[in-house]
């Protein structure tokens, strides 16, 4: 069973001395299973606060004239923070052992004693409601501390996940750059009716074959195909700089032709234009 920390607190050295002799009469161990572990002698608020703090029960012994009470008032007030109980006691007249009855003030401190005994029944039911609050928190804190807990492994999974997903996204990314750059690169097909209306505003282009022989001519064999009435270019800007030296030789042969129309039942082959010179 826990001891009881009682303090007493009295005015002077001569109270000290008739609560040591009524004391030495009391079995407090063994009758309220509390020791006596200091007897305060101090007016002194600061000095009191320092002597008193922690006690289980501290009992103010003053004396019962005015000032005594007035003492003790202000020592209550001062004190009840810092100990578990607080006590009034009054100490008879006479400061003398040899004119005061210690037997009186024994009676006094074991009356103390039972009436801070019977107050601290009187708050046990609010301090088992307090108790139980108490435990109950504490289930909720264990609770929410498992909730934390949980959170927590919950946060680092998915701070996993999203490094996963994150390295995901980084590599989607590259592979989208790379299939962009694969796209430039990718040779361009172009409509050779298409293209050549939207160049010379003509609906009739030439035959494959003069756009052949021109990519022939100009050694444009790696980078330029011509075929099935596309023509297929990495290099869109050749494809039309091509078509252009094509219309211009094809311009130029059409107006030899007017020139010379006694040469009108040649071959068509004669006429192919010649592209050694663009």
Do not use: C
Request: aromatic share 6%; charged share 35%; net charge negative.
């Amino acid at each position: 069973m826990t001891i009881v920390d009682v303090r007493i607190l009295v005015e002077g050295a001569s109270d000290v001395e008739v609560v040591s002799k009524a004391l030495q009469g009391l079995a407090l161990g063994s009758e309220y299973n509390i020791t006596i572990s200091a007897i305060i002698p101090t007016t002194n608020l600061e000095i009191a606060k320092s002597a008193a703090a922690g006690a289980d029960l501290l009992i103010i012994a003053t004396d019962a004239d005015r000032v005594g009470r007035e003492l003790a008032e202000r020592m209550f007030r001062e004190l009840s923070e810092l100990v578990g109980h607080v006590e009034r006691m009054k100490i008879p007249l006479g400061h003398d052992l040899e004119h005061i009855d210690v037997e009186l003030v024994r009676k006094e401190i074991k009356n103390t004693l039972v009436r801070a005994g019977l107050k601290s029944l009187q708050i046990l039911p609010e301090y088992m409601a307090l108790r139980n609050q108490l435990l109950d928190l504490k289930g909720k804190y264990e609770m929410l501390m498992q909730e934390n807990e949980k959170l927590k492994n919950d946060y680092q999974e998915l701070e996993g996940k999203y490094g996963e997903l994150l390295e995901e996204y980084s590599r989607l990314v590259e592979e989208n750059n790379k299939l962009r750059e694969s796209l430039k690169k990718r040779a361009n097909v172009f409509k050779i009716s298409e293209i050549w209306k939207e160049l010379f505003g003509e609906t009739e282009p030439p035959e494959e074959r003069y756009i052949a022989e021109a990519v022939e001519k100009l050694n444009l064999g790696g980078k330029i195909i011509v075929g099935q009435g596309y023509i297929y270019s990495e290099d869109e800007d050749l494809v039309i700089e091509l078509l252009r030296i094509v219309h211009l030789s094809l311009s130029i042969a059409e107006s030899k032709k007017e020139e010379k129309p006694e040469e009108k039942e040649e071959k068509v082959e004669e006429h192919i234009p010649e592209f050694e010179n663009f």
